[in-house]
């Protein structure tokens, strides 16, 4: 069964709260999502009724790991927020297709990795910070030959950096795939807009300035501006 946003919170895109990750999300700037989600308020002005195939990959997922329950909460967020930037770039279908199947699994590999590591409040070792950035590795194990291998090439690229920073095979610029390009963004931002066990959530002007600053090293700058395009052109429409 495909589901629509409409099921789920009256059509909104981005999240009134996030689900609690068992397998908890990080970071390795303010921008960059690793560690714990915690359920928290987010101003949002956007109504998006999108179908996605939640369902599906879970059976997916659950006939490859045995979990039942991932993509969860803040995965469907994500490919929704993922997905009003791929429409502002104008992407074909085969890419949006892409961009949101990535989304949903992006984290995936999390289900593998230490949930004390995931779930720690103070800052990492470094040990633990290499815990926790095999994560897309963990996914492509896990999704390899299951899922379009463009939707892996999302889960395993979506922490690679516009500057070649990035993990786990430090690819820069196009030489990421753009779905994941996409997905970077959009996870990013939720990301900051959440409450997690080492900090607050920021408030979205704040978070909007993160993304400014983190475009052409971080991110790619032209998602950026797709995503404060989308931002803004939802927020007038109110």
């Not at 979990?67 to 770039?89: M, N, S």
């Not at 070792?125 to 492509?140: C, F, I, L, S, W």
């Not at 095979?169 to 066990?197: N, Q, T």
Request: charged share 25%.
């Amino acid at each position: 069964m495909r589901i629509g946003r409409h099921n789920r919170r009256g059509l909104r895109l981005w999240p009134t709260r996030a689900a609690a990750f068992s397998a908890v999300h990080g970071r390795s700037s303010q921008a960059s999502p690793e560690r714990g989600t915690v359920a928290v308020p987010a101003a949002d002005p956007f109504a998006l009724d999108e179908a996605l195939p939640v369902d599906e990959l879970r059976h997916v997922v659950a006939a490859r790991t045995g979990i039942a329950d991932y993509p969860d909460e803040h995965a469907v967020d994500v490919a929704l927020c993922a997905g009003r930037i791929a429409d502002q770039l104008g992407l074909g279908e085969r890419v949006r297709r892409a961009v949101i199947e990535g989304a949903l699994l992006h984290d995936v590999g999390k289900l593998f990795v230490d949930a004390a590591v995931l779930a720690k409040r103070g800052p990492l070792t470094a040990e633990e910070r290499k815990e926790v950035n095999r994560h897309p590795v963990e996914g492509d194990r896990i999704l390899r030959d299951a899922v379009e291998a463009s939707v892996v090439d999302v889960v395993v690229a979506h922490h690679e950096r516009w500057d070649g920073g990035g993990y786990p095979y430090g690819l820069s610029a196009d030489r990421i795939p753009l779905a994941a390009r996409v997905v970077a963004v959009a996870d990013a931002y939720l990301a900051m807009r959440e409450k997690r066990p080492y900090r607050a959530a920021l408030t979205e002007e704040a978070a909007l300035d993160e993304l400014r600053t983190c475009a052409g090293s971080q991110f790619d700058p032209e998602c950026v501006d797709a995503l404060l395009t989308a931002i803004a052109v939802a927020a007038a429409s109110m």
